[in-house]
């Protein structure tokens, strides 16, 4: 794994994982896809851009037995650790983006910023004879673009910002794993359990 870099000041970091087969990586979302498609019903009018992202709520994509996601999850404890509170516990829900031909989501944001979560993306498949990226709206900073490469993980502060991923022209799917990371107590308060998708998160391992 690389050096961080912390493209925007305590804000945005990019990290780049060179220990996961990517490959393996990407059959194994894909027999992920036609599980969950087994399980739930098919959609229209789907704003996510793909059947995985839609159902994003109802799956962890780390419960799933592989190996590469065994290591994606131990980069993403490792790296998130340099940057977030380490005093703070936080637990991590995980889902897949497979977006066909001219597939895309469009602008959004993840938790508001009272909450003081982060999200995050890592790249599976997102290179080909045609660039693929993600853009940013950060409060107060001009329009961002992150090229999409396989193997780099962005990570950023969910305060504000929205971003949108750029329509896939290129063969087979492109895949991401996205990722929120969020404290326990936005998730637990005192004795009582405030979220309804509980099920759904894992502890940050502090490394």
Partial sequence: MSEIQNIIKDYLWLFKFDNID?????????EVEQQLKNVF??????????????????????????TELQKLYKNICYSVNKVIDFNEHYYLRCWVNLFEKEKNIDWHSHWEPEFKTYHGFYCVNTEGENKSYTDYKIPGKDLLRIESKNGLCVF?????DQHKSSEWFNEGYRVTIAFDVI???VLRKYENFTHKFLHNYIPVYKT
């Fill in 156 to 160: 950023g502060k969910s305060d504000g």
């Fill in 22 to 30: 990517n490959k393996k990586l990407y059959q194994s979302c894909y």
């Fill in 41 to 66: 019903p098919p959609i229209e009018n789907n704003k996510y851009g793909c059947f995985t992202s839609y159902y994003h709520t109802e799956y962890n994509l780390f419960s799933f037995p592989c």
């Fill in 183 to 185: 404290p326990v107590n």
